[in-house]
């Protein structure tokens, strides 16, 4: 474990049982149906000592991300749960106003259509909210388990000291810079500007007829993987072979599945990536990430787990009026040592590990 040494590394505390939470998204009924399932109190305490560690992704989208938020950060300083910084996190700390985050940034009112009704974070506090993530680390590990939002990659985790810092913000700056900077220097720069200047807001358009955009695809492809914060919370890309629109903009770019060739013995648990729990009416571009059952171990040595199951699309069965009871999407627990899942009805299942 000495290989990964950061100001934005910490430890789990060993031997203790960990209940692993996925991507929350804001749908706080979703969590305190799982955490009364996992037998916690409303303050995040277990009786038999049990502790909580959320993959990161708590907000956007969902109902009540200010309630979910909040809950979380004081049952962290209570040291009943830790919580790695996941994309969405991250969003909030750099201050870039994304799909689902309306509830928090005032300019993002065309979230207000497809989200609400939802709770907005009181203005007063959230100079005080981003202070608290801010202290979140990127990465939370102990001898057995490593936990990281989305991508496992040790090559960004060393990047992490090359800018000395404690300040994600001031990392993610140096980054970016360095990003664009070097972009510049590609033969991709000018298709980009180009791309950009044309297009304009038919980028966030779902209804517009869009042709592959090899500059704005090249651009994402190598921002998911010169930035480490954004590596590690975000995942690396892949081209992808036709546009599709997800999450209010239109891609070019697929995640890759980083896992085929993790081959070190140590577990490691990620969120991100919006699982399914059924196999039927998985989106297209998610095809080639899970073609393993959704309670199986994933990677060449089966060591990794994702435990995000998409509860963050619940609003889209909100629009169809489907009783939350029928629902498709889930929120999950991994419970530490056991590798059972534990879902927010209360089902539970042992996950399996294929060798």
């Known amino acids: 474990m000495d290989a990964y040494q950061s100001p934005f590394i910490r430890s789990l505390p060993a031997g203790v049982p960990l209940d692993i939470i996925g991507d929350v998204h804001g749908e706080w009924l979703p969590l305190q ?43 962290v300083a209570k ?16 201050n870039d106003p994304k799909d689902g985050s309306g509830w928090f940034f005032t300019e993002r009112t065309q979230d207000e259509a497809r989200y ?28 057995d388990l490593r936990i990281v939002h989305a991508a496992w990659l040790p090559e960004s985790i060393h990047k992490l000291n090359e800018y000395q810092s404690s300040s994600l913000t001031d990392v993610n700056q140096y980054w970016e810079h360095r990003f664009h900077d070097d972009f510049k220097q ?40 010169h930035n480490p914060l ?15 629109y997800i999450n209010g903009r239109w891609r070019f770019t697929i995640r890759k599945p980083w896992w ?5 013995s140590v577990a490691v648990i990620i969120g991100h990536y919006w699982r399914s729990w059924y196999r039927d009416g998985v989106a297209e571009h998610r095809k ?12 060449a040595k089966q060591q ?40 927010d009805n209360g089902q539970q299942y042992l996950s399996e590990q294929k060798h």
Request: charged share 20%; with cysteine; net charge negative.
């Open 79 to 94: 040291g009943n749960a830790f919580s790695v910084i996941g994309n969405h996190e991250l969003n909030l700390l750099i």
């Open 33 to 75: 149906h799982l955490l009364h399932f996992l037998g916690y109190d409303e303050y995040g305490h277990h009786p038999h000592g049990r502790k909580l560690v959320f993959v990161g992704d708590l907000c956007d989208r969902g109902t009540d991300s200010p309630a979910v938020l909040d809950w979380t950060i004081e049952a």
């Open 288 to 299: 080639e990430l899970f073609q393993e059952p959704p309670t199986q171990w994933l990677g």
């Open 260 to 264: 085929q060739h993790y081959t070190d």
């Open 186 to 225: 590609t033969e991709w720069y000018e298709v980009y500007k180009r791309e950009i200047q044309l297009l304009g807001a038919k980028l966030e358009d779902e209804n517009v007829s869009m042709s592959f955009q090899p500059g704005i695809a090249h651009y994402d492809l190598m921002r998911s993987c």
């Open 116 to 143: 609400a009704p939802w709770q907005h974070y009181a203005k007063h506090k959230r100079q005080q909210l981003t202070d608290q993530l801010g202290q979140w680390p990127l990465i939370l590990q102990r001898d």
């Open 304 to 343: 990794v787990f994702c435990v995000d199951y998409s509860v963050g699309a619940r609003w889209r069965e909100r629009q169809q009026s489907i009783d939350p009871a029928r629902s498709r999407m889930h929120l999950a627990a991994l419970r530490w040592p056991e590798k059972v899942i534990v879902l």
């Open 230 to 244: 954004r590596a590690l919370t975000s995942g690396i890309q892949a081209l992808a072979t036709a546009p599709f």
